[in-house]
């Protein structure tokens, strides 16, 4: 029988050593604009990483500087003594049809465009590709709209095939924002944009929706996207 998964917390420990290496650790949680931001993904990668073909199997939200929420099918183990890590606690709800649930979900909500026939598909920031029917003049005015609309609808999307159901006036879309995310070696950095959304979903098929929940949604899960933080209505 599988072992259940885990949700836990760890925050990077508070003594003068770590905290003198928190910009290089965390870099800068700015705008976006200027210099790569470093939003921790190493730093989790740590807790996990026991060799080097491991993949990633967990996902993770930063709550606030510092401390992360993780869910894993593996405990974390901090074998370099950077933080306090709470004891896991297994995550196994017991669902059924019709519950009611809150959640908290940071996104990275993506929509595929090929542009041109003889290429690939890509992702594009839902926002900025809806944006993009409007002139740059008239997007400030749009932009708060569009977030809605398109954070909305894709949100909607992922829940047809997750197991569950929402509703335009029970959930919050919020919090839009571009990150530069820097990368190892030469590579340049990468942008990615994210989205929080909160509020009230019905599970219809609570063991789509559990795995869901455990693939996590929406792209760029490596960087800190994708983990739903559910609990009872």
């Not at 709470?86 to 519950?99: H, I, Q, R």
């Not at 992702?123 to 400030?140: Q, T, Y």
């Not at 924002?177 to 950095?189: E, F, K, L």
Request: net charge positive.
């Amino acid at each position: 029988m599988m072992e259940s998964p885990y949700l836990s917390r760890v925050r990077l420990r508070h003594d003068a050593s770590v905290r003198a290496l928190l910009p290089l650790l965390l870099g800068d949680h700015g705008s976006g604009e200027g210099r790569p931001q470093h939003p921790g993904h190493h730093l989790v990668w740590s807790l996990f990483a026991d060799g080097p073909e491991r993949r990633r199997d967990f996902l993770w939200r930063e709550m606030e500087r510092g401390t992360f929420l993780i869910l894993s099918v593996r405990q974390p183990r901090d074998r370099h003594a950077l933080f306090e890590v709470a004891e896991p606690k297994p995550f196994a709800p017991v669902l059924a049809a019709g519950d009611r649930l809150r959640f908290s979900l940071r996104a990275n909500p993506v929509v595929r465009r090929r542009v041109a026939p003889h290429l690939r598909s890509t992702k594009h920031d839902v926002v900025i590709d809806a944006l993009r029917v409007h002139s740059v003049g008239e997007r400030a005015e749009h932009r708060l709209a569009v977030i809605r609309e398109q954070g909305f609808a894709w949100l909607e999307r992922q829940s047809r095939s997750a197991g569950f159901e929402v509703s335009v006036d029970d959930v919050g879309i919020d919090g839009y924002q571009q990150h530069r995310v820097s990368r190892r070696g030469s590579a340049p950095p990468m942008s990615v944009s994210t989205l929080d959304f909160d509020g009230m979903l019905v599970v219809r098929e609570p063991a789509a929706f559990l795995s869901a929940v455990m693939r996590g949604f929406g792209a760029s899960k490596a960087y800190g996207c994708g983990l739903m933080l559910i609990r009872r209505a």
